[in-house]
């Protein structure tokens, strides 16, 4: 599912907003439904989303001056709904909520900012998930985390950590080899954060996928956990000025 959207960040096409924006809905959504939110009894999450498609025809236009204020009232939007799932004891999902739209804010951020940086960091995060699936499953070993995500192994950790550092320093996000060492570790250890948080919040709601976007590999939050972490830790080395 990554290659269509690597392939509209190197085009720099302007379907990247729609895209981001139908799967941040996507997102919200299977965070909603796994905590038992009651989706057709929301007048709340209704009036959000429909504000929220008002808002994506503005980034769609791409009025690069008007990204941040627009995005400056989804967040209002997004926080009076959390409001409601606190009240309803969601903390989980507050938090989720909250990790969805600052990520989809980075990304929207980061293809104006850079294109060819977003594209490394998707490259390097979808190399680092299939490291972490092929080293666990050849090598094997002990679980890290056995009764939150009983196919994560140490082995799979390190194997996604050391392809990341490979990925990161041949794409060279900096002139200088420490620093792509250092965002290649982080890329992939934040990626590994953000799917033990979705694993933690799936046994939490005691399901094994997260929705059904594609038969048997799950939904949004399956596919984009990873990725969801990691382009928040981007922003680090992008602030400091060393990408």
Do not use: C
């Not at 969805?100 to 060819?116: D, K, N, R, T, V």
């Not at 390097?124 to 070993?141: F, W």
């Not at 038969?215 to 596919?223: Q, T, V």
């Amino acid at each position: 599912m990554m290659l269509p959207i690597l392939f509209l960040i190197w085009l720099e096409s302007p379907i990247f907003y729609i895209i981001i924006f139908l799967i941040s809905i996507g997102l919200y959504v299977e965070t909603i439904k796994l905590s038992k939110f009651s989706l057709s009894k929301s007048k709340i999450l209704t009036t959000n989303i429909f504000v929220t498609t008002v808002v994506s025809a503005f980034l769609i236009l791409k009025i690069n001056n008007f990204l941040p204020e627009v995005y400056n009232y989804l967040f209002l939007l997004v926080l009076i709904f959390t409001i409601f799932l606190i009240f309803r004891k969601k903390l989980f999902s507050f938090f989720l909520i909250h990790i969805i739209f600052l990520s989809s804010y980075i990304l929207l951020i980061l293809f104006e900012y850079s294109s060819l940086i977003l594209l490394f960091l998707i490259i390097v995060n979808s190399v680092s998930d299939v490291g972490a699936y092929i080293g666990g499953s050849i090598l094997k070993g002990p679980k890290i985390f056995p009764k939150i995500s009983p196919n994560k192994t140490y082995s799979g950790s390190i194997s996604a950590i050391l392809i990341a550092i490979l990925v990161a320093t041949y794409l060279e996000f900096s002139a200088e080899l420490t620093i792509n060492i250092f965002i290649g570790l982080f890329i992939s250890l934040f990626g590994q954060i953000g799917d033990l948080v979705e694993s933690m919040y799936k046994r939490k709601n005691n399901v094994k996928d997260s929705g059904s976007l594609i038969p048997g590999h799950g939904g949004f939050l399956d596919r984009f956990d990873s990725l969801l972490m990691s382009s928040i830790f981007i922003v680090i080395p992008i602030y400091f000025n060393l990408i």
